[in-house]
T-cell receptor, first 112, second 113 residues
Framework: SQQGEEDPQALSIQEGENATMNCSYK?????LQWYRQNSGRGLVHLIL?????REKHSGRLRVTLDTSKKSSSLLITASRAADTASYFC????????????FGQGTRLTINP | EAGVAQSPRYKIIEKRQSVAFWCNPI?????LYWYQQILGQGPKLLIQ????????DSQLPKDRFSAERLKGVDSTLKIQPAKLEDSAVYLC???????????FGPGTRLLVL
């Protein structure tokens, strides 16, 4: 079952620009997480935001959460070539078992 | 701190053969997950263990897939018999608890011919 839907599916920007990815979900959540996956590698956790939080920062990353709209956004500022990867949101739904459900991801390409 | 270990990294088999994957989670992590990731898609949860017990296996094709977690530590995922559509990356992850940050292994890339 798919909970999170990322938008856009693919994004291509120039190095130094900001990248914004969005995630929408359907059910009430405990938390929402963002992960990065470089080609052919495992996923790496970026940031976790709980349902009672509205914004969180980590280095060049900024995540917002709007539970009334059931949506989140991930902003990467001053992008670098090394940021080229797929980005996934994962939601910890309050329905059913305590597990994460991943979206289909946004493929981000940073052009030099 | 050692990460999540998986083996093998790559496996090529013919359809109807069997295959097994192994995962060693981060020490102390009670929750272990197996995901299937088809190219271009997000990870799909196959099975989630809490210590020795199964928390969720609703998307595990039980007619051909099986998994176990012995003594609440290592885990194996088996496919028997494999189908062409099983070609995917199989990811193992672990966490302290069900909703918390998950740490992923490098994955096993399976190709079924």
């Amino acid at each position: 079952s798919q909970q999170g839907e990322e938008d856009p599916q693919a994004l291509s920007i120039q190095e130094g620009e900001n990248a914004t990815m969005n995630c929408s979900y359907k059910t009430s959540i405990n938390n929402l997480q963002w992960y990065r996956q470089n080609s052919g590698r495992g996923l790496v956790h970026l940031i976790l935001i709980r349902s009672n939080e509205r914004e969180k920062h980590s280095g060049r990353l900024r995540v917002t959460l709007d539970t009334s709209k059931k949506s989140s956004s991930l902003l990467i500022t001053a992008s670098r070539a090394a940021d080229t990867a797929s980005y996934f949101c994962a939601t910890g739904s309050l329905q059913g078992a305590q597990k994460l459900v991943f979206g289909q991801g946004t493929r981000l390409t940073i052009n030099p | 701190e050692a990460g999540v270990a998986q083996s093998p990294r790559y496996k090529i088999i013919e359809k109807r053969q069997s295959v097994a994957f192994w995962c060693n989670p981060i020490s102390g992590h009670a929750t272990l997950y197996w995901y299937q990731q088809i190219l271009g898609q997000g990870p799909k949860l196959l099975i989630q263990f809490q210590n020795n017990g199964v928390v969720d296996d609703s998307q595990l094709p039980k007619d051909r897939f099986s998994a176990e977690r012995l003594k609440g530590v290592d885990s194996t995922l088996k496919i028997q018999p494999a189908k062409l559509e099983d070609s995917a990356v199989y990811l193992c992850a672990s966490s302290l608890a069900g909703w918390e940050t998950q740490y992923f292994g490098p994955g096993t890339r399976l190709l079924v011919l």
